[in-house]
């Protein structure tokens, strides 16, 4: 069983930065596409963005160009560098693993976007 833990989530202002972090326990973090999805108050939970094992990457249309999703085999983690942040990016953050049928998540972080 894979464990995530999440980091990196605070209060910031509008048009500032945040980095998050998700460390992955287990082994079979280099196999697996690896994704950071948000829940805000009162709504569905929704994909940021996806890394793929080969590096491919996919984004909602709403974080393109203001968030990058990395990852790093060798430490088994990944990071969403968030730019440019806005109100609306204010969410419960998850990180989120999928090998095959096998779907784990992390607890969350909290990010807040003040105006």
């Known amino acids: 069983q894979v464990q995530l833990v999440e980091s990196g989530g605070g209060l910031v202002q509008a048009g500032g930065s945040l980095r998050l972090s998700c460390a992955a326990s287990g082994s079979i973090f280099s196999d697996s596409t690896m994704g950071w999805h948000r829940q805000a108050p009162g709504k569905q939970r929704e994909l940021v963005a996806t890394i793929t094992r080969f590096g491919n990457t996919n984004y909602a249309d709403s974080v393109k160009g203001r968030f990058t999703i990395s990852r790093d085999n060798a430490k088994n983690t990944i990071s969403l560098q968030m730019n440019s942040l806005k109100p609306e990016d204010t969410a419960l953050y998850y990180c989120?693993?999928?090998?095959?049928?096998?779907?784990?998540w992390g607890q969350g972080t909290q990010v807040t976007v003040s105006s």
């Open positions: 989120n693993l999928v090998r095959g049928v096998y779907t784990s």
